[in-house]
């Protein structure tokens, strides 16, 4: 502690600060009955009403023609859902530094905004306070006929936070990953990362102390900070302000020939049990990576739910991942070209992630684990050429879950319930879309995980660019369950 903090007065003020700022985002609980004992405050679920919203949208390095974009929803939300007071301001799409215009706005609740297509991308936030704030989702798309970016890239825009999990990235040398962390406060922030490889946890000075400026972007290069390792997992913890983390991959053969781009979705925090949803339907690669940040040996079981049900991958039915590492696993063999999840169980908690390709291998998606859904999701989806599909898991007993997409002026194009049989994944496949529309997946009954992906056509036309992504579905923080109505203030005392 440092010698000011060490002074009790000092100290409460730091407090004092925190709970201001924190106030300042918007998020307010309050319990559902007027218990104040320390018991109620730790374990009581309370209501959240949101009136601030604030997402990074990152892009991709410069290289070769590119098309990029930002789209953005103030979905609608089920009827009776609270939201802030007054009048409905726009929410802004806008490069990061505070002196910047908006290139787009979200006007209206249901309406899509987007940014302009551009050819030299730069990151954008999606951010606003009022009605409009509660469940605002975004999407960062960039397409690419040809060069390093070549493909597709999309992933959900990011809401800043402190701690990040990313599985399934690499240091290698047919791999250029980058950790790129963005701070939309107005102070700088600043990370340590925690390195797990097939070897163990690593020790990586390079990758501590990390200061990401106040309205700015850091970049963690893993070529330098951990070159050769591959199949590693990342950690990424702020322990001052808020960032968003994401990490860009561009692959490439051993002729150095390009092999796809896209970002790796985020991990869900290490647990006993894992689900990585979604792991699309063709022909291609199915790379699982399992991440064992423990200090003891995990024995993980694996269960694969595919459309007829849960079974046993033969050879893998239950793996070792020692202590600190990353272990991986070609599962393609098992799934058999199937929508399908995995669910992990294990003596010691891990997170996990899966690498999808098309069945050329030139393009790729990443899919991390994810918990299950408590209440509605919503994912904005780019224009595409190919249908999506939607897959949906219910890996104990009998789910269900309603759905609707949504197009850009909030029209419903499918409303749809589906019962999903206990252990297996159904998918759903939806129509292509000439323009941005948003999904609306809600957990109704059980236990179930979901997930959207985009594979390229069978046979495609010769000038089409590859299209994969995957996209997974998480509870929109409007539903989450906030456990006490106090703030966590810890971080102050740092």
């Not at 003020?13 to 320390?38: E, F, Q, R, Y």
């Not at 781009?261 to 925090?269: I, P, Y």
């Not at 879309?433 to 010769?462: C, D, E, I, N, S």
């Amino acid at each position: 502690m440092s010698p000011l903090l060490s002074d009790p007065r000092l100290r409460l003020g730091a407090v004092i600060a925190a709970m201001a700022v924190l106030a300042g985002l918007g998020v307010v609980t309050h319990p559902k009955k007027p218990d104040t004992s320390p018991a109620a405050a730790a374990t009581e679920p309370a209501r959240t009403v949101v009136n601030r919203t604030a997402l990074s949208c990152p892009v991709l390095a410069a290289g070769g023609k590119m098309a990029s974009v930002v789209n953005g929803v103030s979905p609608t939300l089920p009827e009776g859902t609270p939201t802030a007071a007054g009048s409905a301001q726009p929410l802004t799409i806008a490069p990061l530094p505070a002196t910047s215009n908006p290139v787009g706005s979200i006007l209206k609740r249901g309406f899509i905004g987007s940014s302009p297509v551009v050819v030299k991308p730069e990151p954008l936030s999606i951010e606003g306070t009022g009605p409009l704030a509660a469940g605002t989702a975004g999407t960062s798309t960039t397409t690419a006929e040809e060069g390093v970016n070549s493909g597709m890239a999309s992933v959900p825009c990011q809401q800043p936070g402190s701690d990040f999990w990313f599985v399934g990235a690499s240091g290698a040398s047919d791999r250029r990953d980058v950790l790129v962390l963005t701070n939309l406060d107005s102070i700088n922030a600043e990370v340590n990362v925690t390195v797990y490889a097939r070897t163990g946890q690593q020790d990586l000075p390079a990758a501590r102390g990390i200061v990401v400026p106040a309205r700015g972007t850091s970049f963690l290069y893993l070529k330098q900070v951990a070159p050769n390792l591959r199949d590693i997992a990342l950690h990424v913890e702020s322990t001052g302000g808020r960032v968003a983390a994401a990490v860009r991959s561009n692959a490439s053969t051993g002729n150095s020939v390009p092999a796809g781009v896209d970002w790796l979705n985020t991990s869900a925090a290490p647990a006993t049990k894992v689900f990585v949803p979604a792991a699309a339907p063709g022909g291609g690669l199915r790379i699982l990576s399992i991440a064992n940040p423990s200090d003891l040996q995990a024995t993980v079981g694996l269960t694969v739910n595919g459309p007829n049900g849960s079974f046993k991958p033969a050879g893998f039915e239950t793996v070792q991942v020692a202590a600190g590492s990353v272990k991986t696993i070609m599962l393609d063999p098992v799934l058999h070209g199937d929508p399908s999840a995995i669910t992990l169980t294990s003596d010691q908690p891990v997170t996990a992630s899966m690498r999808i390709t098309d069945a050329a291998r030139t393009e790729f998606a990443s899919i991390g684990s994810a918990d299950a859904l408590t209440g509605p999701a919503y994912l904005v989806l780019p224009a595409h050429k190919q249908p999506v599909v939607l897959q949906v898991t219910a890996p104990g007993k009998t789910g269900s879950v309603k759905f609707e997409l949504r197009d850009v002026a909030g029209r419903a194009l499918v409303t749809r319930a589906l019962d999903v049989v206990g252990g297996a994944t159904s998918q759903v496949s939806l129509p292509a879309q000439p323009r941005p529309t948003y999904l609306m997946v809600q957990q109704t009954r059980g236990t179930v995980v979901a997930g959207v992906t985009l594979m390229p056509a069978a046979k495609p036309a010769k000038d089409d660019v590859a299209q994969v992504a995957a996209w997974p579905l998480t509870t929109s923080l409007v539903f989450r369950a906030q456990l006490g109505a106090q703030p966590d203030v810890s971080a102050a005392l740092r």
